[in-house]
């Protein structure tokens, strides 16, 4: 299979700061997807990009494939955005998508 | 927009029971998924069907099996529950094979005791 692996592994900010989570692939990939996982256990889809950039509010991601790597920015974060985010991708030619072991990110007041 | 559906949401079971996991995916999408999330882990990928046939397979134990009906829904059955089977049963539906992302249902909760 392909390796994911996500930076850091924990992460706890004060409200109103802002962070950058890190996703590492091991191999081509032709989909990448964030989510966040919230306290209820839903997955909610954040961003697809395989490739650029995208913003969305106070989220945006950006993928760089020929490195192999993907960033996902929070900026001034909020209690709800806690969570777990993950990372996954699709290899070239592959159909099933591989999860990192995700970011957990703890929001305090 | 419609989105995946996934039922039930929760469901306690005993062991050695069987479960049936239900997954309706988004209208026209030929390709589904389902995952496997343990307490503390990562999704794990189980098995997908690409247009109601067996697309890939991943780590799914010889006691559950699944299928996609001719509406594209699909069912995953489980059978001599284990403890170990409790987890988060995710399913996921995409429109030619992931090009265009995956979308992910809100899960069932199993919980074996």
């Known amino acids: 299979g392909i390796q994911v692996e996500q930076s850091p592994p924990d992460l706890i900010l004060q409200e109103g700061a802002n962070s950058t989570l890190r996703c590492n692939f091991s191999?081509?990939?032709?989909?990448l997807q964030w989510f966040h996982q919230n306290p209820w256990g839903q997955l909610i889809n954040l961003f697809y990009?395989?490739?650029g950039t995208k913003q969305n509010g106070r989220l945006s991601a950006t993928t760089v494939a020929t490195e192999r790597y993907s960033l996902l920015y929070i900026s001034s974060s909020q209690t709800t955005d806690s969570g777990v985010y993950f990372c996954?991708?699709?290899?070239?030619?592959?159909?099933?998508?591989?999860f990192g072991t995700g970011t957990s990110l703890t929001v305090i007041p | 927009a419609a989105g995946v559906i996934q039922s039930p949401r929760h469901l306690i079971k005993e062991k050695r029971e069987t479960a049936t996991l239900k997954c309706y995916p988004i209208?026209?999408?030929?390709?589904v998924y389902w995952y496997q999330q343990g307490p503390g882990q990562d999704p794990q990928f189980l098995i997908s069907?690409?247009?109601?046939?067996?697309?890939d397979k991943g780590s799914i134990p010889d006691r559950f099996s699944a299928q996609q009906f001719s509406d594209y829904h699909s069912e995953l059955n489980m059978s001599s529950l284990e403890l170990g089977d409790s987890a988060l049963y995710f399913c996921?539906?995409?429109?030619?094979?992931?090009?265009?992302?995956?979308?992910f249902g809100s899960g069932t909760r199993l919980t074996v005791v």
């Open positions: 996921a539906s995409s429109l030619d094979r992931g090009n265009y992302g995956y979308t």
């Open positions: 191999d081509s990939v032709n989909n």
């Open positions: 990009i395989p490739s």
């Open positions: 996954a991708v699709e290899r070239v030619n592959g159909n099933q998508f591989y």
């Open positions: 209208p026209r999408h030929d390709t």
């Open positions: 069907f690409y247009e109601k046939m067996q697309s």
